[in-house]
């Protein structure tokens, strides 16, 4: 699916009655994630060499946050209640709030590869697998994963080890395939989502042990 880029400023708001209804391929983007998968989407800001699209001086994040004041398109949203949510504010970051379908475990794209594979192998159960342009991928997991992460890793033995390995959970949103993030290029499907499991991720344990093994072998 290809995703329409289009401006947006910092003093862009909602356009009331707006005519620009055409269900474009990042409604149908969007219309897939809330309605097939069951999760919500919430338009995001974008970046362009270095500047956010929010308009704010110094923005922590450029072009990886929601938009303070675009509302959330729910899951369970229709293409057509997408396409009038999405038509005001065009060329959006299609952006994912992480804590409610799923939890995210987050880890450097080769040990990601690597862990994918291994576990591919092993035939575990895997939910969706993205890879953002600045070389992190990310393991879609149970709603809950991010705050009991250290006790599993204590758990496993893991809690001494320096690993570049990371839970992001409620309140936290993640750039969605295929938009941009922050000025740097598209998000990408490892591993895209599927009926068995996009709404039924699997449990952070299942996985935990070799993401940590392959993260702490990955070279830095």
């Known amino acids: 699916m290809g995703f329409t880029i289009g401006g947006i400023r910092g003093t862009d708001r909602p356009r009331t009655g707006s005519r620009r209804r055409g269900r474009t391929s990042d409604c149908t983007a969007v219309a897939e994630y809330t309605g097939l998968w069951g999760w919500a989407a919430v338009p995001g800001a974008r970046a362009v060499d270095g500047t956010c699209s929010c308009g704010a001086a110094g923005c922590a994040t450029p072009g990886a946050h929601p938009l303070d004041f675009a509302a959330e398109v729910p899951a369970g949203a229709t293409l057509h209640e997408v396409a009038q949510a999405w038509a005001q504010f065009p060329g959006a970051a299609v952006l994912l709030p992480v804590g409610r379908a799923f939890d995210v475990i987050e880890v450097a794209e080769t040990a990601g590869r690597r862990a994918l594979a291994r576990l591919e192998r092993m035939g575990l ?54 938009s941009d993030r922050g000025g740097l290029g598209p998000v990408r499907w490892l591993r895209s989502p599927a009926l068995d499991m996009a709404r039924n991720p699997p449990q952070a344990r299942l996985l935990l042990g070799t993401l940590a093994y392959v993260a702490h072998r990955s070279p830095a």
């Open 125 to 178: 159960p895997l939910g969706p697998v993205t890879v953002t342009p600045d070389g992190r991928a990310q393991f879609f997991v149970a709603p809950g994963a991010a705050a009991e992460l250290p006790q599993l890793l204590y758990r496993m033995g893991w809690d001494d080890a320096a690993l570049d390995l990371h839970g992001l959970g409620h309140g936290t949103h993640i750039t969605a395939p295929p």
